[in-house]
């Protein structure tokens, strides 16, 4: 069986050299995919700045550029060029210039451009990475947020060694709760402070100097102040939701903290005449899920107000309009993510729908939007038969601006994708899903069924394309994929059904799909297979421990052991008080009856394991306690380990490919 993965591996890395066009969407056609992110329409709503993304097969990166259009579609070229990461565009208030990151010189820097001359500078020159950047009002600073390291005092002072010694490096101590972060690594020392920045250079001003991390940076309409949001408490490791609302004087670097609950107070914006601030956040009673809601107060932090209060839904990406009567928002509802508008007593108008596209693994929700003084706006338009494109509209009408994959699916066919809504045999609620069906496809055939479950758990899937389906599609599986209890976008009281009961009735949900599909009459029930990741991972592994009716699973990055995880994955502070009613040494029978592993004994399903050697999240240890386990137990099972991968094996484009690979391998082997 190995060997066969390998060869496998080989044809995929190697087809592009010598194969024939074929009209299927084949694995190497991941390097084909485009995308547009960071739509950034000007200040006047006659153009848009936005991010262009793209692929490099000969150096496995991830690369982009800006690119501009005029808000009525003409007009569409680059601003950058070159095989380099260029993000992260901000018009300045009077609309002349664009600030950008990149990192074409070695790392990322801030990058000025000057739209009427066609010139730019360079305007950072710092180790560390300038974040979450904004123009002030005069068009003359940026304010941002960068690391700044800081040192402890050491533990002991060692011998030093001599001269021309070569010993081991140091021991590393650790004294800090949390002391990792999954895509990043283990955490310096040091925090994230603001600063701000003159236009006409010079040294960054440090506003802070504290041992917090500060949120991103917003000015208020005079210049005199940043809104910024953070955890000050002490104890903020303890209580990572408890953040508040701040205001600090440039002029003396006084922070004033302007909310006090207990909760997260997030994403302030101040109104355009500086009267009002509107933020995001919730009363957090520690459920599972808790939906974000949407609330003003005065400038000087009174009189705070709840403006969603009749929208259960979470709101997301808030901007003021220019008039100071209203705030646009993004949110997600029933797997499709819109844009709306609501005045300040909370009045909800829809102003369009289907943004997103932004993950090209699996159809997560996502994307942005930004929104220009007169009220038009731009977003990321998602479809299920293309990655994102350009999207504008003014009002309820909207339209698509780009379309960057036509070159590919012009030839390329893709599986159609269909909505399905089902009853869960547990409580007869209604659950949505998606089928995707393999091109070409015949009703009057039998197909293999994969089922293709969700992580997080408290996400969505939707209407949006995956490069990850689409290639179980041309391989001439259909896929299900649904949203069962515990996903957003339903409202709170779906989302928490599985509050301090995750894994539990999303079983049936999910099993209840599988019929649903069986009654279909296309599909072969005695060929079906089941595969997720992280949460994913942990339904798949608790679902082969409970039913035996899937010919083959494939278990990515999950959780096994509920106990070991609480304990091992990067935010112990957050998963302990927020997805467990108490520690593990205290109810150690909680954390195992909701474990995989406690079912691992009724498994007799051949299953492979596939996590990212370097995950934080879901560590591989997880995965290996599981294979242990099958393995003590002669189960047929294979553990596939990604070099180097974080969390997010798809990150990385081969890895995306060869996650596929091994999955329909694995399937296409077990028939």
Same mark, same amino acid.
């Given at each position: ?166 010993? +081991? ?326 989302? +928490? ?175």
């Amino acid at each position: 069986m190995i060997n066969r993965f390998c060869l496998l591996l080989f044809l995929c890395t190697s087809y592009v050299s010598w194969s024939q066009v074929s009209d299927k969407f084949e694995l190497t056609d991941v390097f084909n995919l485009e995308y547009v992110s960071e739509p950034q329409i000007s200040p006047d709503g006659q153009r848009i700045a936005y991010v262009r993304n793209f692929k490099d097969i000969m150096t496995d990166k991830n690369l982009s550029n800006i690119w501009m259009i005029n808000f009525d579609g003409s007009n569409n070229r680059p601003l950058t060029t070159g095989n380099q990461s260029d993000f992260h565009p901000r018009w300045s208030p009077d609309g002349q210039k664009l600030i950008y990151k990149s990192n074409k010189d070695g790392s990322v820097q801030v990058y000025l451009r000057w739209l009427g001359e066609s010139s730019e500078s360079k305007l950072t020159n710092s180790n560390e990475t300038p974040g979450n950047i904004s123009w002030s009002p005069d068009n003359k600073y940026l304010a941002y947020i960068m690391f700044v390291p800081k040192s402890p005092a050491p533990f002991l002072n060692l011998p030093k060694k001599p001269k021309g010694a070569e010993w +081991n490096d140091p021991p590393k101590v650790v004294d800090k709760l949390k002391f990792r972060s999954d895509g990043r690594g283990w955490d310096k020392d040091g925090n994230q402070q603001l600063f701000i920045l003159s236009l006409d250079g010079g040294t960054p001003r440090q506003l802070t100097d504290n041992f917090y991390n500060h949120g991103s940076p917003q000015w208020t309409p005079d210049g005199n102040s940043l809104v910024f949001s953070a955890n000050h408490y002490e104890d903020g490791a303890y209580d990572p939701n408890n953040s508040e609302v701040h205001k600090i004087s440039i002029a003396t670097s006084k922070i004033t903290t302007l909310t006090s609950r207990q909760g997260p107070d997030n994403n302030p914006i101040v109104s355009p005449d500086g009267s009002k601030i509107a933020y995001i956040g919730f009363d957090d009673i520690y459920d599972g899920y808790e939906v974000r809601r949407l609330y003003t107060m005065n400038s000087d932090g009174s009189s705070s107000k709840l403006i969603s209060k009749n929208l259960d839904r979470d709101v997301q990406g808030i901007a003021w309009s220019s008039d100071n009567r209203g705030i646009y928002f993004q949110y997600d509802d029933q797997g499709d993510t819109k844009i709306a508008y609501t005045d300040l007593n909370g009045k909800v108008n829809d102003l369009t729908n289907r943004v997103g596209g932004l993950s090209l693994g699996r159809p997560y929700s996502g994307g942005s939007f930004s929104v220009s003084r007169n009220g038009r706006y731009a977003y990321t338009y998602a479809s299920t038969q293309s990655p994102a494109d350009l999207a504008a509209g003014e009002k309820t009408k909207a339209g698509k601006l780009t379309s960057l994959n036509d070159d590919l699916f012009s030839y390329k066919k893709l599986g159609t994708v269909e909505e399905i809504w089902y009853e869960s045999s547990f409580d007869k609620r209604k659950i949505q899903g998606w089928i995707c069906k393999p091109p070409n496809f015949d009703p009057n055939k039998k197909y293999p069924l994969i089922l293709e479950i969700h992580g997080g758990p408290f996400t969505n899937y939707g209407s949006r394309f995956s490069a990850e389906i689409q290639l179980y599609a041309a391989a001439g599986y259909v896929v299900l994929y649904t949203n069962p209890r515990g996903s957003t976008s339903y409202g709170k009281e779906f989302g +928490n059904l599985i509050h301090h009961n995750y894994p539990s009735q999303d079983y049936d949900d999910l099993m209840s799909g599988v019929d649903a599909m069986i009654e279909k009459g296309y599909i072969d029930s005695d060929k079906l297979y089941v595969t997720g990741g992280s949460g994913g991972g942990v339904l798949t592994s608790w679902i082969i421990g409970k039913t035996d009716r899937f010919k083959a699973a494939v278990v990515a990055k999950p959780v096994i052991n509920w106990y070991s995880f609480v304990l091992y994955a990067d935010n112990p502070g957050f998963f302990s008080k927020y997805w467990f009613p108490s520690f593990p040494w205290e109810d150690p029978e909680h954390y195992h009856n909701r474990s995989p592993i406690s079912l691992v004994g009724n498994v007799s399903t051949p299953t492979m394991l596939l996590t990212g050697e370097a995950d934080m999240r879901t560590p591989i240890v997880e995965t290996e306690q599981y294979y242990a386990a099958l393995k003590l137990r002669k189960i047929e099972a294979v553990m596939v380990r990604i070099p180097g991968a974080y969390h997010g094996i798809a990150a990385q484009p081969s890895n995306l490919i060869a996650k596929v690979a091994y999955i329909v391998e694995w399937f296409d082997s077990h028939k």
